[in-house]
């Protein structure tokens, strides 16, 4: 996990991670957010960011 917002007014959480594997372009940054009814998951979303640009990643921290 790479970050993580605090529940806006709609009481949603929104983590951020990055992963990195054997799939066309080796890496993606993910968005997540869900919300939670009687300490469960009820709602869930997952959104690719961007892609990363070659100029982009250079800026980037490096990952393991």
Do not use: K, S
């Not at 960011?49 to 990643?57: D, L, S, V």
């Amino acid at each position: 996990m790479t970050g993580v917002e605090e529940p806006g007014a709609d009481g949603e959480y929104r983590p951020r991670v990055h992963v990195a594997g054997d799939f066309p372009g080796g890496q993606a940054d993910l968005r997540f957010g869900f919300t939670l009814r009687d300490g469960l998951i009820a709602a869930l979303r997952i959104v690719g960011a961007a892609p990363r640009t070659p100029a982009a990643a250079a800026c980037a921290p490096d990952r393991p």
